[in-house]
């Protein structure tokens, strides 16, 4: 995957899902988010939450671990951005299933997917090297996407596509076509090579209640690191206990007495 988004196509690819999260992530707030998988993305880099980190199998990533098994402790995050991880896994369900338990209600999940639907899809369906990357991938359709996560009780809150032009290998030829991307929106809005979904998990029947200050932490064997810090310069340190510590959420005012 590193080559192909290295490679002309990739590199657009990157840079029109960069704008992409910049746009939907910039006004998320909470305290705890973060992007599992495609560390090639600084998924995060707009947003203003305290606590961001990057969490994936692969080299690069601030918390290396399976995403099918997320280190982290149920419902204690409030943003988890999804690049094309369920496009590349063996266990899609598995992996939005445990995207879905550390999500807190009312988090939001933002994710991003080749669609089928376009000449992306088309390419995908007739290549033959089902080797390279990102061919190698299950492109999942967006309703089939709406329909997973309806089960699992999130809410859609929006989305775009992008990444109008046709995938072709030559940088002069994603020039030549650049006029597809900028009347993309208007004119053929649903036909992107990519997408990008947002939702928010709803919970039936709660009432949300800030929980007082206090780490929050899972221990999950196999992960030694512990990340306290985000954005730039964030730091990653040993531990002992092989977990995850998480930003302490703030104590819930209390009422004063007339």
């Not at 910039?26 to 993305?41: D, E, M, R, T, Y």
């Not at 000449?119 to 990102?134: A, I, K, V, Y």
Request: glycine share 8%; hydrophobic share 40%; proline share 7%.
């Amino acid at each position: 995957m590193h080559a192909w988004l290295d490679s002309p196509l990739g590199r657009y690819v990157l840079r029109t899902e960069q704008r992409m999260l910049d746009q939907a992530v910039s006004n998320v707030f909470g305290f705890n988010a973060v992007q599992i998988c495609w560390p090639h993305l600084e998924g995060l880099r707009t947003n203003r939450i305290p606590h961001r980190f990057t969490l994936g199998s692969k080299p690069g990533s601030t918390v290396q671990a399976d995403p099918c098994a997320l280190p982290l402790a149920s419902q204690s995050m409030d943003l988890v951005v999804l690049p094309h991880a369920l496009e590349f896994t063996e266990h899609p369900h598995a992996l939005l299933r445990e995207v879905d338990r550390v999500i807190r209600p009312e988090g939001r999940l933002i994710l991003l997917g080749f669609n089928p639907r376009s000449l992306w899809g088309m390419r995908h369906l007739f290549t033959l090297d089902r080797t390279q990357s990102p061919w190698s991938g299950h492109f999942i359709s967006l309703p089939r996407i709406k329909d997973w996560l309806a089960l699992l009780g999130f809410e859609m809150d929006g989305g775009r596509f992008g990444a109008y032009a046709p995938p072709l290998t030559s940088e002069r030829w994603l020039h030549r076509f650049r006029f597809m991307e900028l009347a993309g929106d208007r004119w053929w809005g649903v036909g992107g090579g990519i997408y990008l979904l947002q939702a928010i998990k709803r919970v039936q029947g709660m009432r949300l209640i800030t929980p007082r200050w206090q780490a929050q932490s899972v221990a999950e064997p196999g992960l030694a690191v512990a990340v306290r810090s985000a954005g730039v310069g964030r730091q990653v340190v040993k531990s002992r206990d092989n977990v995850v510590t998480l930003l302490p959420r703030p104590k819930a005012p209390t009422g004063q007495s007339h």
